[in-house]
T-cell receptor, first 109, second 112 residues
Framework: GQSLEQPSEVTAVEGAIVQINCTYQTSGFYGLSWYQQHDGGAPTFLSY????GLEETGRFSSFLSRSDSYGYLLLQELQMKDSASYFCAVIEGNTPLVFGKGTRLSVIA | EADIYQTPRYLVIGTGKKITLECSQT?????MYWYQQDPGMELHLIHY???????EKGDLSSESTVSRIRTEHFPLTLESARPSHTSQYLC???????????FGSGTRLTVV
């Protein structure tokens, strides 16, 4: 089965940069996804990495190293509205996404 | 504007009742999923479907069933609700199984 590890909580200052790491163990790896979820809201898709390297989308970037079974989500120019939970997720074979336990990001002034 | 709709948004029911949580999407996605999530916790897969008349159980499928008679509709039924079913139920759909899931707003279920 799959196993994902990510920090449970991260706190960062408004305007700063924060990195949320995710390590995974899975057979038949296809790619690593990231989702954002605000309190009381639904998860929303942020990014997907199938190949090694960095993918940039505005203030958010996501990185993958397949050889290290590791990825991270990078948030730049942090804003208060970025306070949320962030989940990494993988699939194994033909089964749907398995999500990590989530990292709760608190952005402080 | 949401393209995947879940009803009801909130539900409080008594133990032993049979309930159906509705989920519909207008995006024409073949793949649909049900996840259960307690507040601040991870998402657990309950059921999924990769097309009409095709459903599979996830890790947390006991005591619930699903059907997929139409592409856009994927209801979840609890045959006999118990307090342990108190949770948030999230429906999602996608084109690909490995990324790009669109989630509904969820149904917050409380069983008393």
């Amino acid at each position: 089965g799959q196993s994902l590890e990510q920090p449970s909580e991260v706190t960062a200052v408004e305007g700063a940069i924060v990195q949320i790491n995710c390590t995974y163990q899975t057979s038949g790896f296809y790619g690593l996804s990231w989702y954002q979820q605000h309190d009381g809201g639904a998860p929303t898709f942020l990014s997907y990495n199938a190949l090694d390297g960095l993918e940039e989308t505005g203030r958010f970037s996501s990185f993958l190293s397949r050889s290290d079974s590791y990825g991270y989500l990078l948030l730049q120019e942090l804003q208060m509205k970025d306070s949320a939970s962030y989940f990494c997720a993988v699939i194994e074979g033909n089964t749907p996404l398995v999500f990590g336990k989530g990292t709760r990001l608190s952005v402080i002034a | 504007e949401a393209d995947i709709y879940q009803t009801p948004r909130y539900l409080v029911i008594g133990t032993g009742k049979k309930i159906t949580l509705e989920c519909s999407q207008t995006m024409g996605h073949d793949k649909m999923y049900w996840y259960q999530q307690d507040p601040g916790m991870e998402l657990h897969l309950i059921h999924y479907s990769y097309g009409v008349n095709s459903t599979e159980k996830g890790d947390l499928s006991s005591e619930s069933t699903v059907s997929r008679i139409r592409t856009e509709h994927f209801p979840l039924t609890l045959e006999s609700a118990r307090p342990s079913h108190t949770s948030q139920y999230l429906c999602a759909s996608s084109v690909k199984i490995n990324y790009g899931y669109t989630f509904g707003s969820g149904t917050r279920l409380t069983v008393v």
